[in-house]
């Protein structure tokens, strides 16, 4: 089988304050143990986000955050590890999320399919456009067997 990762995305700033939203961190660890069960490796922004802090001499910026995880989320999609995005969260904190959106635009770009499971029918909102998908997040296990 080959190795099938899921990238996690989800609003980790609350939109008003552009602060850190309290439990986070938990929603990520939750999201990644779900997967894990299923049977998926995962890219997890929370471990990304100890990196940056442990790589930083001052405290990282909120770009800094964002532009690790877009790089990653590259990195792993170029090696051929990548194959899918799993959306948490609220929908509109989703939508409001300035790094929901990029990673959302970059998925796109990329061709990564993206999952969600705020929405049974799989339609994912992003910033201009819907991505549809027939499958679902167990589905893509299937495929890759």
């Known amino acids: 089988m080959m190795n099938n990762t899921i990238y996690i995305s989800g609003p980790i700033s609350d939109p008003t304050t552009s602060q850190p939203r309290t439990g986070w961190q938990k929603e990520f660890l939750e999201a990644e143990a779900k997967l894990r069960r299923m049977g998926f490796s995962v890219v997890n922004p ?43 969260g609220d929908i509109d904190a989703c939508k409001d999320s300035h790094g929901v959106q990029m990673e959302l635009h970059l998925a796109e770009i990329l061709g990564i399919p993206v999952f969600a499971e705020f929405r049974a029918d799989n339609e994912i909102w992003t910033d201009s456009f819907y991505l549809k998908s027939e499958r679902t997040i167990e589905g893509l296990l299937e495929d890759k067997a």
Do not use: N, S
């Not at 877009?70 to 995005?85: C, N, P, S, Y």
């Open 46 to 88: 929370v471990d990304i986000a100890r990196e940056v802090e442990e790589a930083f001499r001052q405290e990282p910026t909120r770009a800094d955050y964002i532009l690790a995880c877009l790089e990653r989320m590259k990195m792993a999609q170029e090696t051929g590890i990548l194959h899918g995005v799993y959306l948490i």
